[in-house]
């Protein structure tokens, strides 16, 4: 559960308890809420409606694309507001194999995967010239661009242009008895687990540490040996490799393709996903993407005409009262759980 | 005791085979999920927000007008519940919205959800559920398709049967023209352009055609109005978006050059169409129209017009009666109302893409009279007439017979 958990100073413990079985409660803590969450995400889609299914395949799915830009932003410390591109890459990419080639749909996934890494490690290139808000606005220019370019008239055979593309929805393998919408939901989540693995232990390994250190001083990093811009270009390439892996899945789960449905609008619901759920904390990941499904239902089930208010201003609380998200929600259940343990 | 209740069985299943043989003429209630004794389930999907959020006034006005039938006792007895959701423009949105609808909320219908893109998203699905998506609120010609997809419908008239209306005007009044067609490249402007030439039917009815396209990405068409000229056509027909229409009628004036104009439905706005390009530039430029203009002193005492604005005075005041999309709204939710009225008892999916497949000859209040909905078992394009009008001074004057895109005019 703590990744990357350098991101911001964990508030001091109340007291001083020896740090080895604080070290020990503190696994301890995280491997009991780690099991929970999994729990509850395989076993709660077996008593809702499926739509509610449908919904939480959703929720993966983004929560899938902001643990892409998390590992960009909060270990690389680059910033994007272009993730919708990749998204969109990795949506088409599945979309024509699945419809023209008749690609089995799960190869498409590794074949999103391939073109948007390609694709995310290029634009890398040029993102190196640029830092901050510059690189912002860099990607913020692709994010605005691609659904003009998916319109294109030259690619219009195969893109279906403004129109777009249905996709078939996949029934379950091998005969098995459960709904197309839970096949896809099991798919998914064993997907995003395995991504979440491995973004983990990347992080963790002389890769992810050397990500950390360009992250908090460049020169620094560099003076110790650090190949600074191909991690830089590497961590876009990664980052947008996932995002099209996320892209690929909502294609096959919402059955359908336009580039209506990858507007800028979407860059900023996963950066707002990556911020709710705590920057740089990859658990976080999963509220933040819960965030960006559900809360403008209930915003609009407050006002129809005032949605968007109602949205911004509830966002304006979360920014207010815990600036770092989720993570900083996990910070206080967990120094609760161990001032309650020392009583 | 025993007798007695074999008395009473023998009354009951008397009255059973006497109901069953009077057959269906003795009204049935049928219902499917969203339909009951007191109340009508229906579902529909509006951008309230998002790019496309000027359009959510018309599922504003579709409440209102299913509020007052409510108010006035509802249909049949029964109330309409009017479930609205907010796609905002966004096809994988629609796709959770509609589901939404259809398993969570289990309306008995999905009404006029809005947008192209959102309603292609939602298509395989909803004929799949076998849920009606009626009336869909979009311009595309591929709606009216029976037979793959029995459970869609449009309502107002499509790209094509405008374009085929402009083709008979022209083949009317101006036989053997030579007219250059200026369209944008994308589904919006190839639908006209086939509309169009399917109007002119074989050999384009005489006429010599010239075909200009441009891109939306394009900052301007001036190029393409100068290259135009110079082929020296006697019509130009303006297939575009308001902001290209503008362009267009403006170069055109600048130009010097008087050809016979006629722009689309879609960019006749007055404020962003007319006025951009100059009322001086404007004047005599032809479209069609099937909604009637609250602007316009003939409806004054137009009784449809009147029912409108009562309409809005006492059930809606917040609507803007400027605003087409009230008027649109109002039209389709009384189309909506008199299916349901049409159903009867009998409030089965099945039986309202029946009775929407059975309309004929019912004018809403805010179409232009003579205008009426027609539909058949092979036709589900319900609105396929217009009426010309051409700008004069600072509003559009209606002018000419109403034509219909199906039959002869």
Not at chain 2, 141 to 161: E, R, V
Request: charged letters at 15%; hydrophobic letters at 45%.
């Amino acid at each position: 559960m703590s990744a990357v958990q350098d991101v911001i100073t964990t508030p001091a413990a109340a007291t001083a308890a020896a740090p080895v079985t604080r070290a020990r409660r503190l696994a301890r803590f995280n491997a009991t809420w780690t099991a929970i969450t999994l729990i509850a995400l395989i076993v709660a889609p077996l008593f809702v409606k499926n739509f509610v299914v449908f919904q939480m395949t959703m929720v993966l799915i983004y929560a899938l694309a902001v643990l892409a830009l998390n590992i960009l932003t909060g270990a690389s410390g680059q910033f994007s507001l272009g993730h919708s591109a990749f998204f969109a890459i990795g949506a088409y990419t599945s979309g024509i194999l699945m419809e023209f080639a008749g690609v089995n749909y799960i190869l498409t996934l590794p074949v999103a995967a391939l073109i948007c890494f390609i694709v995310g490690f290029l634009f890398g290139f040029p993102a190196l010239r640029l830092s901050g808000i510059y690189l912002a606005l860099a990607t913020f220019a692709l994010a605005v661009a691609m659904p003009q370019l998916l319109k294109i008239g030259a690619f219009e055979h195969w893109t279906g242009g403004v129109q777009g593309l249905v996709i078939t929805k996949p029934d379950a393998p091998f005969g098995l008895p459960i709904s197309q919408d839970m096949w896809l939901y099991y798919l998914t989540l064993a997907i995003t687990l395995l991504i979440y693995v491995a973004a983990v232990n990347l992080l963790r390994s002389r890769s992810g540490r050397a990500l950390m250190a360009i992250r908090d001083n460049q020169i620094a990093a560099s003076a110790m040996g650090v190949d600074v811009s191909l991690y830089k270009t590497l961590a876009f390439g990664i980052s947008a490799g996932i995002t099209g892996v996320a892209g690929g899945l909502g294609a096959i789960a919402v059955q359908f393709v336009a580039p209506d449905g990858y507007t800028f609008q979407l860059a900023i619901a996963l950066f707002l996903g990556m911020v709710v759920g705590g920057v740089g904390w990859l658990p976080g990941s999963l509220a933040g993407a819960a965030f960006i499904v559900f809360v403008p239902n209930i915003a609009e089930s407050v006002s129809k005409g005032l949605s968007g208010a109602v949205f911004g201003v509830l966002l304006l609380f979360i920014i207010f009262l815990v600036p770092h998200g989720a993570r900083q929600f996990a910070i206080i259940l967990q120094n609760q759980f161990l001032k309650f343990k020392k009583t | 005791m025993r007798r007695r209740l074999n008395y009473g069985f023998a009354a009951l299943s008397a009255a059973a085979i006497a109901l069953a043989t009077t057959g269906s003429a003795l009204a049935q209630k049928k219902y499917d999920s969203g339909a009951s004794d007191t109340e009508i389930k229906i579902g529909n999907i509006m951008p309230y927000s998002g790019p496309a959020s000027a359009y959510g006034v018309i599922g504003k006005t579709e409440a209102a007008y299913f509020k007052m039938i409510n108010d006035k006792g509802g249909v049949n007895g029964r109330k309409i519940n009017f479930i609205t959701y907010d796609d905002g423009y966004s096809p994988p949105k629609a796709v959770e919205q509609a589901r939404k609808l259809v398993e969570s909320d289990e309306v008995l219908v999905v009404f006029n959800p809005l947008g192209t893109p959102s309603n292609t998203a939602i298509q395989k699905y909803m004929n799949a559920k076998k849920v009606p998506q009626l009336f869909v609120a979009t311009g595309a010609s591929k709606w009216n398709d029976p037979k793959n997809f029995p459970w869609t419908m449009g309502w107002q008239p499509s790209y094509q049967a405008e374009a085929i209306i402009y083709a008979k005007y022209l083949l009317k009044e101006k036989p053997k023209a030579k007219v250059a067609i200026l369209y944008q490249n994308d589904d919006f402007g190839k639908d006209y352009l086939v509309g169009f030439k399917k109007g002119l039917g074989a050999n384009n009815g005489g006429m010599t055609l010239i075909e200009e396209s441009y891109e939306v990405t394009e900052p301007s068409i001036d190029s393409h109005i100068v290259k135009l000229k110079s082929l020296n056509p006697d019509v130009l027909l303006h297939i575009s978006t308001p902001k290209f229409a503008a362009q267009g009628i403006k170069k055109v004036g600048e130009l010097g050059w008087k050809p016979l104009q006629i722009v689309t439905n879609v960019s006749i706005s007055v404020g962003a169409v007319m006025r951009p390009a100059g009322i001086e530039n404007s004047q005599g430029v032809l479209s069609a129209s099937y909604i009637k203009d609250a602007l316009d002193p003939q409806w004054d005492n137009d009784p449809g017009m009147k029912k409108f604005l009562d309409f809005l005075e006492k059930h809606y005041p917040e609507g803007n009666k400027v605003d087409g999309s009230t008027l649109f709204g109002y039209g389709v939710a009384q189309t909506m109302v008199k299916v349901l009225e049409m159903c009867g008892d009998n409030l089965t999916r099945e039986n309202i893409m029946k009775q929407a497949a059975s309309l004929k000859d019912f004018a809403p209040d805010t179409l232009i009279p003579g205008i009426k909905l027609s539909t058949s078992a092979t036709d589900f394009a319900p609105i396929s007439q217009l009426q010309m009008s051409r700008f004069k001074g600072e509003k559009w004057e209606l002018f000419g017979d109403i034509i219909d895109a199906e039959g002869g005019s």
